[in-house]
């Protein structure tokens, strides 16, 4: 079965800085493409950052909001993708969870798979 698992999430200063990872699990060959989202109470659920499997490279998007403090990645060895945010503001306060699309060990893509969400809070 194919299973994203996330970590890193927690409390942070304004300021500070938290890594996020996005593992994927079952019987996959690699992951394809995995987005951050984040949701605040009250708000709608928005897209933080994006990053897709390319011939030569990964294709990373991020939202205008974190352009400049936040970074996707991913280690491919590992099949995780992370989220290290940086310069954490108390606006980034949110449950953020990870989407992910992988490639299966029969070579088909397959998807969309979301982990359970992790919580930031920002907060002095």
């Known amino acids: 079965q194919v299973q994203l698992v996330e970590s890193g999430g927690g409390l942070v200063q304004p300021g500070g800085s938290l890594r996020l990872s996005c593992a994927a699990s079952g019987s996959i060959l690699s992951i394809y493409a995995v987005g951050w989202y984040r949701q605040a109470p009250g708000k709608q659920r928005e897209t933080v950052a994006t990053i897709t499997l390319g011939d030569n490279s990964d294709t990373t998007d991020y939202a205008d909001s974190v352009k400049g403090r936040f970074t996707i990645s991913r280690d491919n060895a590992k099949k995780t993708v992370y989220l290290q945010m940086n310069n954490l503001k108390p606006e980034d306060t949110a449950v953020y969870s990870c989407?992910?699309?992988?490639?299966?060990?029969?070579?088909?893509?397959?998807?969309?798979?979301w982990g359970q969400g992790t919580q930031v809070t920002v907060s002095s």
């Open positions: 989407k992910g699309m992988v490639v299966t060990t029969s070579n088909q893509i397959s998807g969309d798979y």
